[in-house]
């Protein structure tokens, strides 16, 4: 079996290691690019929005790279992208007919663990139970090399640069428990700041595959440390294995803190991106940038409760919606000029006070 599975950002390197350690061969497409859009916009309904057609040209890159076996995340409730599995593969059959998809539901472990994952794999329980372990570290690990990375190269771009490669390489070797806590510490080592400290801090919120795949955001938080501006984020793939797993507490305080701006849940992750632009500003950070697929309903509706945040914390939020027309010329020019924005603000701030 040849397994093919879109990319997910630095957790793609995660969900690869889990599929390997249940013995699978894996069929990984080429990196996201123009080509990979351009196929799944050909292919995709018109108004269906960018994670479909970006994992959608993956699945194809990944059947040209002998892929027989396609994973797909599902049952995201009321969010459209859980069913977008059922609507790709009737776009690849119109393609070819050697091949299998399988929807991989998001909300039983019980079913993921003693179920499916046995019956794909061939495997018993107790090995799948071992991979999910290793899944939860692997994706920690990358959790906390991208809040290294996008310090790192607030206050030293080109140094972290250098360091990017090898890093990504230590993750994906990473097997065992104890080599990944070995990764982890030179990890650490390699990305020490030695006592510098970006000048600005911008909040990540939004749609969970455009906060976490950098194709799909055009590499924003590489933009934004460009400028001298550290990312900050809570999106990502082990806080939502948690969020699963019932035991993500940022979770339950984003629905606390969203709840004077949205008493009830629009769908999607509405709910967290307002509960997390709260927390940043809360936690004193210079702006909030919101990013989500155009034609997105809930982030359009959170889009209105982060406009009313800003009005009441005097925290500036650009928001920023993607398609495939989306340049990257604009995208530069608006975080260009948001993050002179927030270094206007700060220095009248620093003035103020004296």
């Known amino acids: 079996m040849r397994v093919g599975i879109p990319y997910f950002g630095y957790d793609t390197l995660a969900l690869k290691g889990f ?38 040209g993956n699945f194809i890159e990944a059947l040209e790279n002998g892929a027989d076996t396609l994973l797909m995340a599902a049952g995201a409730r009321k969010c459209r992208f859980g069913y977008y599995h059922y609507l790709q593969e009737k776009a690849l059959r119109a393609m070819r007919n050697d091949f299998r998809l ?79 806590k070995r990764a982890r510490k030179e990890i650490f080592r390699m990305f020490a700041l ?7 801090r911008v909040g990540l919120v939004g749609e969970i595959f455009f906060t976490i795949d950098q194709a799909a955001n055009q590499e924003i938080e590489k933009e934004l440390a460009r400028l001298g501006a550290e990312v900050v984020f809570e999106r990502s793939l082990y806080n939502h294995l948690r969020h699963l797993l019932r035991s993500d507490f940022g979770y ?3 629905r606390r803190l969203a709840r004077s701006y949205l008493r009830e849940c629009p769908g999607g992750e509405a709910i967290r991106t307002v509960g997390e632009a709260i927390w940043f500003a809360r936690q004193g950070v210079d702006g909030i940038v919101h990013l989500f697929p155009f034609t997105c309903m809930p982030e359009n509706i959170a889009l209105e409760a982060l406009q009313r945040l800003s009005d009441a914390t005097g ?33 009248a701030r620093g003035l103020s006070r004296n």
């Open 194 to 200: 030695n006592g510098k400290r970006p000048d600005i």
């Open 252 to 254: 339950l305080r984003s």
């Open 19 to 56: 599929v390997e350690e249940l013995g699978a061969e894996v069929a990984m497409p080429p990196p996201t690019s123009k080509r990979t859009i351009a196929l799944g916009v050909k292919l995709a309904p018109e108004l269906v929005c960018m994670p479909f057609k970006i994992t959608l």
């Open 102 to 180: 399988v929807p991989v539901t998001q909300y039983s472990a019980y079913q993921f663990i003693f179920k499916l994952m046995p019956e794909l794999f061939g495997v018993n329980p107790a090995r799948v139970i071992k991979a999910v372990y290793h899944l939860f570290e692997k994706s920690a690990l990358t959790r906390d090399f991208r809040r290294l990375l996008n310090q790192k190269r607030a206050v030293d771009f080109w140094g972290a640069e250098r360091l990017k490669g090898k890093a990504l390489e230590l993750i994906e070797l990473a097997r065992t428990g104890t080599e990944m």
């Open 315 to 347: 925290v500036p939020v650009l928001s920023l919606s993607f398609d495939e027309h989306t340049s990257n010329t604009g995208i530069v020019t608006r975080l260009e000029a948001f993050v002179e924005l927030l270094r206007r603000r700060r220095r």
